[in-house]
Each structure stands twice: as structure tokens, then as C-alpha cells.
T-cell receptor, first 112, second 114 residues
Framework: QQQVKQSPQSLIVQKGGISIINCAYE??????FPWYQQFPGKGPALLIA?????SEKKEGRFTISFNKSAKQFSLHIMDSQPGDSATYFC???????????FGTGTRLKVLA | NAGVMQNPRHLVRRRGQEARLRCSPM?????VYWYRQLPEEGLKFMVY????????ESGMPKERFSAEFPKEGPSILRIQQVVRGDSAAYFC????????????FGQGTRLTVV
């Protein structure tokens, strides 16, 4: 119940294309869903986050889509660039807690 | 405004030695979390601390691991008598408030046990 399942494990996209990463969860108590970007040898950096009272949040080229009934959320990267090549992690947490449950990560490669 | 600072960045220890990992949170942050990342895996929660208090250590192995966050100075994650299975990247994160809030991660300490 505490798991967050992330797919795909790896993704190759052409420059200018759309990258889509999906996450699914079971625990309906989760109410905060951040996405982190991690470059090799670096720490995870917060990219964008959403709460379940909205179905979509957009920041620049990054969009989170949230489907509460399906218990799924996804990250869309529009106009993907080689500089977006990194590992992306979704996460979730319950209200009143501080622990993030992380997905297993998606390694994105954007071809020039 | 400096981010979360971790040191050392890389640490090599022989089996049986002790490893000490340090984390200085962002200015104004009094909540610290430690996560462990094994190769090709996601991050796993280990422990949550506030100044001078351990709030939740449910993700930390019962033996050989300990953490502290003193009134003055950085948070310390200590691993005694390291074994090869302890080899991982250890990340510290900090936040202003403790609940359901943005946490900012440091660059991690990569521990290698030889």
C-alpha cells in the first residue's frame, strides 16, 4: 500500500518530442506528489509538485497530470531537450507526515 | 543562500570501520531527513530529525546505524562496523516545516565499503 510504481524504467525521446513518465499509487491518503530530477552524481532537485485538489499543474515545459480516481499521476516534458537527460523520480506523502515514498525512477535520454 | 551541504562527497571505508556523514541544512531549516539510494533504485527514507530530537527512525536499520542533529552543528549519520551492503549514496534533505512540505536535497555522500 505504501508503494509508488513508476514506469517506464527508461525512456529515449528525440529532441523536441514529448516525454511522458507515469506513476501509480494505492494509498488514497497520499496528498502531496512531487517530481524530482536527478543528474548523475547529484542530489535530487524538486521539479514540480501537485496536490490532489487540482488535475493539472504546468510550469514551463513541465506538466503534472493527476487522475485521482485512477490513482495515477504523470509528468509530461514538452519540447524535450538533451539537457533534460536525467533520472526522474515521482514521490508521494501523506498529510501530517514527512516521509516521501519514492518511485524507482525513470532514466530519460533525449537524443540531439 | 547556500543549499543543503553534505560532506564528504565520497567516502571509502574498509569493512568494520566507521563512517560519519555530515549534513548542514539550508539556512532557516530545522527539519532534516536522511535517505539512502542503492544503485539503480529509488530513495528510501531512513530517519527524520529536528534539532536535538529524533522524530522518526523507522527506516533506519536497528543495528550499527545512528543519527543525531545537535543544537549546534550539522546533522550526523553514523554507520558503525560498515559492511559491503552499506555501499550506497546517502542523501540528506531539509525543510522549513516538518509536514508534507517541500524538501530540498543535498548532493549526497557516496559511501563505498571495500
Amino acid at each position: 500500500q505504501q508503494q509508488v510504481k513508476q514506469s517506464p524504467q527508461s525512456l529515449i525521446v528525440q529532441k523536441g518530442g514529448i516525454s511522458i513518465i507515469n506513476c501509480a499509487y494505492e494509498n488514497t491518503a497520499f496528498d502531496y506528489f512531487p517530481w524530482y530530477q536527478q543528474f548523475p552524481g547529484k542530489g535530487p532537485a524538486l521539479l514540480i509538485a501537485i496536490r490532489p485538489d487540482v488535475s493539472e499543474k504546468k510550469e514551463g515545459r513541465f506538466t503534472i497530470s493527476f487522475n485521482k480516481s485512477a490513482k495515477q499521476f504523470s509528468l509530461h516534458i514538452m519540447d524535450s531537450q538533451p539537457g533534460d537527460s536525467a533520472t526522474y523520480f515521482c514521490a508521494a506523502s501523506e498529510p501530517g507526515t514527512y516521509k516521501y515514498i519514492f518511485g524507482t525512477g525513470t532514466r530519460l535520454k533525449v537524443l540531439a | 543562500n547556500a543549499g543543503v551541504m553534505q560532506n564528504p562527497r565520497h567516502l571509502v571505508r574498509r569493512r568494520g570501520q566507521e563512517a560519519r556523514l555530515r549534513c548542514s541544512p539550508m539556512k532557516g531549516h530545522s527539519h532534516v531527513y536522511w535517505y539512502r539510494q542503492l544503485p539503480e533504485e529509488g530513495l528510501k527514507f531512513m530517519v527524520y530529525l529536528q534539532k536535538e530530537n529524533i522524530i522518526d527512525e523507522s527506516g533506519m536499520p536497528k543495528e550499527r546505524f545512528s543519527a543525531e542533529f545537535p543544537k549546534e552543528g550539522p546533522s550526523i549519520l553514523r554507520i558503525q562496523q560498515v559492511v559491503r551492503g552499506d555501499s550506497a549514496a546517502y542523501f540528506c534533505a531539509s525543510s522549513q516545516t516538518g509536514y508534507n512540505t517541500e524538501a530540498f536535497f543535498g548532493q549526497g555522500t557516496r559511501l563505498t565499503v571495500v
